[in-house]
């Protein structure tokens, strides 16, 4: 993905974060998670679905920071992390096809230090004098889609995409149709089995034409439409689509072609392939700088996308001393361009709910031409960047105090989402005046809370809210939730849409609606039939009993995640055990809700009076103000007082239960279920208080089926091996954590040998 240098590289969002070296244990933790998730699902987006949902900016200082954090706090790093994964995980519409040599990604440098550096690295890691000669070859970062190209007997008979760096996609038939990739190697003297790598690409002027043409879809950059085009279905559809390819590396070979990386190029050309004529051999770390500067200059005259330039070194001996790392090879370093930029007004400010309930706001420019791409909407990125200050009063790092009618700068990171950088006071118009952020959602009219800590303000109508209507079932049907055979992601996305389904309890009403005997019927839609559609109505009866703690779960209430359910849902025992606790204690709720307001007024105050700040006396005092009942405040105690739940679940979980329509739609669903109380646990298992562990692709139950069983038998549950770890439970694919169990001296057993601990 592309990038930005140094001053550029770390979005507002992110520079407004604190320091990973002042962070708590928890906080760090919760970070960590938040990043893995953005970060797994940007790969997914980027790599397998073709529509990227953030910057190649955002994302690699979200990286970054994920890596720093990793760096600080290890207990958080694992194998599963996305800082230890290439890619994204193959579609499962194209057969797969395993990397005899894996395909990873590279390491990414932003600045001129970050090429010292790397140059530094490489001759201290061969031990080479400072005198030395070094070569280093620099190619331009071509921005398209990864792919491989199997050769044998100078034929071709495999084409692959990178998929997660282990396993690509079989798109051979696409491939072939692409005019610079040859069905057979020119010359005589290629290796008997040969793998070319390189990137499929797409002109401007082609993706101008594409965009232009009746194709159906139009693309928001040549990136986008060379992935989308090779991986069709249709191989006559990518035929149709003005592909084209660069070949810079290769995998597995029979037989070495080359001494250098240069001359690996020029012989991959005799082959008949299309190399870049840009690279070129660098001597020092001056000469790589100017290649780079040379190449950025010319970057608008390509005709071609790149957002940096691939430094590698020359000498082939050198690459295989210097191996490689998990994710990245040591000898190579993506040096990434800036992002482009330009001034223009800002003449309204939108807000705009996302999936999850963020409030983002929305710049609406008068139009501007930035790297070649009408903008006329860019992202604001959150409330405080545009106030410049926080709900404190303390001036927030990165916020820019911006006003509609100002001067805004605005720059396109990673060439795909147009972001405002700054704005400049001096054409300020004098009528302009500070921008008042909403507290309630525009799309349901609920409260947006915004919560301490939080740099983000969100709807809290839930189920109710159509901006999040959609992302809602999602998570419903998802495979910890209520994970309903038959009923995935996809099809309740086409539900919704078709207006079948627009809460989670028009699940349960499915079948009376649109089954036997109804003049419309789900086994007459498209790729459906009788059977079919009885067994997704089966499917659906069998989840009218489903666990207390799966539905809590289910529900989508923001804090409320599996862990925390499972807590709720052994602490009360029952739903509606837990729904009168929640009547009860709501008059505290909203005393200690108006507590914290009060809380933070005194932070802004003091702020601006200059004086250090007494928040928790002014919660004090806002709490004394107010004649709580005493089962009010004995429930509210009891909430908080669970295992495993704070007041800022707590709140959460009242707020979304006062909220009077989605308490509806919440009444709505449940009259449908049966919710069942949790299961007792064990207090003589043979894992009765033990800490356990488990890695690696458990293949005969789920890993949430595992840990809910070990909880039944008593034990603990951690993501992480240390010194206080019993067991280590670990399936195929086991890395560092089954290493470090070994180190620790810790039992090791397989799935099989857990499977009957779990029987009993």
């Not at 009063?393 to 006003?403: N, W």
């Not at 029952?574 to 200690?592: F, G, I, K, N, Q």
């Not at 909220?659 to 919440?666: D, G, Q, W």
């Not at 909880?711 to 670990?730: M, N």
């Amino acid at each position: 993905m592309a990038g930005e240098d140094e001053d550029q590289a770390v979005p507002a969002a992110e520079a407004a974060l604190p320091p990973v070296s002042g962070l708590d244990a928890k906080a760090a933790a919760a970070e960590h998670a938040r990043l893995s998730d953005v970060v797994a699902r940007a790969n997914l987006a980027y790599y397998q679905e073709d529509a990227p949902f953030i910057s190649d900016a955002e994302y690699d200082a979200s990286k970054r920071r994920l890596e720093e954090i990793e760096a600080y706090f290890p207990e958080l790093a694992h194998e599963a992390s996305p800082t230890e994964q290439v890619g994204a995980a193959p579609d499962t519409r194209f057969a797969k096809i395993p990397h005899r040599l894996p395909m990873l990604s590279l390491e990414n440098g932003f600045t001129e230090g970050d090429v010292e550096s790397f140059v530094q690295r490489v001759r201290s890691f061969l031990n080479l004098a400072a005198g030395a000669a070094l070569e280093i070859t620099a190619e331009p970062k071509i921005d398209g889609l990864s792919l491989s190209l199997r050769y044998e007997g100078g034929r071709l008979v495999q084409a692959a995409t990178r998929g997660d760096g282990a396993v690509g996609e079989n798109v051979t038939a696409n491939a072939r149709t692409i005019a610079d990739i040859p069905e057979r190697l020119a010359g005589d003297d290629w290796p008997e089995v040969l793998e070319i790598r390189g990137e499929v690409y797409m002109s401007h002027a082609d993706f101008e034409a594409l965009n232009r043409s009746d194709s159906g879809r139009v693309f928001a950059n040549p990136r986008n439409a060379a992935a989308g085009s090779l991986r069709q279905l249709d191989p006559a559809v990518t035929a149709a689509r003005p592909l084209r390819f660069f070949a810079y590396a290769w995998g597995e070979v029979s037989a070495p072609f080359a001494d250098t990386q240069m001359e690996a190029v020029r012989r991959m050309q005799d082959f008949g392939f299309q190399t870049n004529p840009l690279t070129r051999i660098c001597t020092s770390v001056q000469d790589m700088l100017a290649a780079w500067a040379e190449i950025e200059q010319m970057r608008a005259t390509l005709g071609y996308d790149i957002d940096g330039v691939v430094y590698k070194v020359n000498d082939l001996g050198y690459q295989a001393r210097l191996g490689m790392r998990s994710t990245t090879p040591r000898w190579a370093l993506a040096h990434k361009f800036p992002a482009e930029r330009a001034w223009t007004r800002l003449e309204a400010i939108d807000i705009q709910v996302g999936r999850t309930g963020a409030l983002s706001p929305v710049a609406r420019l008068h139009p501007v031409t930035v790297g070649g791409v009408v903008v006329s909407n860019a992202t604001l990125h959150n409330e405080d960047y545009i106030a410049g200050r926080g709900a404190d009063g303390s001036e927030i790092r990165g916020g820019k105090d911006i006003r509609i009618g100002d001067w805004v700068e605005v720059y396109r990171a990673g060439d795909v989402i147009p972001k405002v950088a700054d704005v400049d006071l001096a054409k300020r118009p004098s009528e302009a005046v500070p921008y008042v952020f909403p507290d309630t959602c525009p799309e349901c009219g609920s409260p947006a809370i915004r919560e301490e800590g939080d740099s983000v303000r969100r709807c809290t109508g839930g189920l109710i809210c159509p901006a999040q209507a959609v992302e809602k079932l999602r998570h419903f049907v998802s495979r910890a939730a209520f994970d309903i055979e038959g009923l995935g992601a996809k099809l309740v996305e086409e539900l919704f849409r078709d207006g079948w389904i627009a809460e989670p309890a028009d699940i349960f009403t499915l079948q009376d609606r649109y089954g036997p005997g109804q003049l419309t019927q789900l086994k007459n839609r498209e790729g459906w039939g009788e059977k079919s559609a009885a067994s997704l109505f089966q499917a659906i009866e069998k989840r009218r009993e489903i666990p207390l703690a799966r539905l809590l779960f289910a529900l989508g209430i923001r804090h409320v995640g599996e862990v925390a359910a499972q807590d709720l849902a052994r602490h009360y025992g029952s739903w509606e055990a837990l729904e009168a606790a929640l009547d009860t204690a709501r008059p505290a709720a909203v005393a200690h809700r108006l507590a914290e307001e009060a809380a933070q007024a005194e932070r802004a105050a003091a702020a601006a009076e200059g004086r250090r700040a007494r928040p928790s006396e002014a919660r004090a005092t806002a709490l004394a103000q107010v004649d709580l009942p005493e089962e009010a405040a004995n429930a509210w105690a009891g909430l908080i007082a669970a295992d495993g739940i704070g007041p800022v679940l707590a709140m959460s979980l009242s707020d979304a239960f006062a909220n009077a329509r989605e308490r509806a739609a919440i009444d709505r669903l449940v009259v449908h279920l049966t919710p069942l109380p949790p299961e007792k646990r064990a207090t003589d298992s043979a894992i009765t208080g033990k800490t356990l562990v488990f890695t690696g692709t458990l293949e005969k139950m789920t890993r949430a089926e595992a840990k809910a069983r070990a909880e039944a038998l008593g034990a603990h549950v951690a993501g992480s091996v240390s010194a206080k770890t019993d067991l280590l439970i670990a399936g195929p694919g086991a890395g560092s954590k089954a290493k470090k169990a070994a180190e620790l001296g810790i039992k090791v057993i397989d799935e099989d040998e857990w499977l009957a601990i779990a029987r009993g």
